[in-house]
C-alpha cells in the first residue's frame, strides 16, 4: 500500500518561508506527484507537481515563490515556500499517480497524505 507522509507545516509571519517534506513509501514514481492545499470553506486546489520526466507545473497563484523537487533516493517529496503570504493559509497535502494531463487536479491522483497545516499571520 502506497503511503505518504507530510511534514513541515507551521506558522509564519508574512514573508516568512517554510519547506514541506513529503516521504512517499512503496510507489516507484510512475506519473505525476504533486502538492495541494485546502483552506476552509474553500476546494481544494493544485499547488505544484511534478511529472515523471521531471517537469514541474504551478498554479498562478504561487508562481515564482514556491518550488517543488523530489529526492527519489530518499523518496521524498518538497516544496520550498518563500515570501509567504496570508492567503497561503491552508492545509497542504501530497498526492500521488495521476496522469499528466491530471498533474494540477486534485481528480486525478490516486494517493494522498493526511496533511500539514501551513498558517501565515500578516
Known amino acids: 500500500q502506497v503511503q505518504l507522509v507530510e511534514s513541515g507545516g507551521g506558522s509564519v509571519q508574512s514573508g516568512g518561508a517554510l519547506r514541506l517534506s513529503c516521504v512517499v513509501s512503496?510507489?516507484?514514481?510512475?506519473?505525476?506527484m504533486g502538492w495541494f492545499r485546502q483552506a476552509p470553506g474553500k476546494s481544494r486546489e493544485g499547488v505544484a507537481s511534478?511529472?515523471?520526466?521531471?517537469?514541474?507545473r504551478y498554479s498562478d497563484s504561487v508562481k515564482g515563490r514556491f518550488t517543488i523537487s523530489q529526492d527519489k533516493r530518499e523518496n521524498t517529496l518538497y516544496l520550498q515556500m518563500n515570501s509567504l503570504k496570508p492567503e497561503d493559509t491552508a492545509m497542504y497535502y501530497c498526492?500521488?499517480?495521476?496522469?499528466?494531463?491530471?498533474?494540477?487536479?486534485?481528480?486525478?491522483?490516486?494517493?494522498w497524505g493526511q496533511g500539514t497545516q501551513v498558517t501565515v499571520s500578516s
Open positions: 512503496r510507489y516507484t514514481y510512475r506519473r505525476c
Open positions: 498526492a500521488a499517480d495521476a496522469p499528466s494531463m491530471w498533474c494540477l487536479n486534485p481528480g486525478g491522483y490516486s494517493y
Open positions: 511534478i511529472d515523471s520526466d521531471g517537469s514541474s
